[in-house]
C-alpha cells in the first residue's frame, strides 16, 4: 500500500507544465510590451515550477521513458533557463 504512494502520476507535472506556459506568457508579455499591466515577477516563478516538475520526473517516472515524459524534462529545461538568460539580458541592458 505503501508503493502505491509513490507512483508517477503524469497529471502533476502537466498541471505544472501549464502554470508554467501561462507564467512564460506574462514574462513575454513584459518583454514585447512594458506598459500597463505590469505582472512583475510572476514571469520569475517558472524556474521554481520548472525544478520542481523536473525533480519529480527524475524521482518517480524513472519506469515511464516515453516521449511525452522525455519533451516535458526538455520543456522544463527550457523554462529553467529562458527568465535566467531574460534576468542576464536586463541587467547587461543597464550596465
Known sequence: MADKSKEFKLCFPLVLFFSNLVLITFLIAELVDATEPNYGILG???PILAL?????????????????VRF????????????????????????
Open 44 to 46: 520569475f516563478l517558472t
Open 52 to 68: 520542481i516538475s523536473f525533480f519529480y520526473i527524475r524521482r518517480f517516472g524513472r519506469q515511464n521513458h516515453g516521449s511525452l
Open 72 to 95: 516535458l524534462q526538455w520543456l522544463n529545461w527550457l523554462f529553467i533557463i529562458f527568465p535566467i538568460i531574460v534576468c542576464v539580458y536586463i541587467m547587461f541592458a543597464f550596465i
